[in-house]
Nanobody, 120 residues
């Protein structure tokens, strides 16, 4: 069993910054990729950014140039540095991990979500 523990959410003014962290713990065999998704009120969950264990990153067009995803492989932790935040970034942000288990099985794990509110 793997648990994803998120931190760093909160209330910030437009133009401000937040840094989200997500630490994976438990029976981790191998992490293929970790990422961040978000769900805004009335909208579907969408991918914000993800990163593979080899360092390849992918970003939603709406956050390119403002957000940076990184991963500390030794700590099994993924970060999302969010700069120049906009009100439309307001959402619950969910950490995600895609992991390879024994016998080639893949598993997807989700954090509980952390609220990010961008408002003046």
């Amino acid at each position: 069993q793997v648990q994803l523990v998120e931190s760093g959410g909160g209330l910030v003014q437009p133009g401000g910054s937040l840094r989200l962290s997500c630490a994976a713990s438990g029976s981790i065999f191998s992490i293929n990729a970790m990422g961040w998704y978000r769900r805004a009120p009335g909208k579907q969950r969408e991918l914000v950014a993800d990163i593979t264990s080899s360092g390849t990153t992918n970003y939603a067009d709406s956050v390119k140039g403002r957000f940076t995803i990184s991963m500390d492989n030794a700590k099994n932790t993924v970060y999302l540095q969010m700069n120049s935040l906009k009100p439309e970034d307001t959402a619950v942000y969910y950490c995600h991990s895609n992991e390879l288990g024994y016998w080639g099985h893949e598993y997807d794990y989700w954090g509980q979500g952390t609220q990010v509110t961008v408002s003046s």
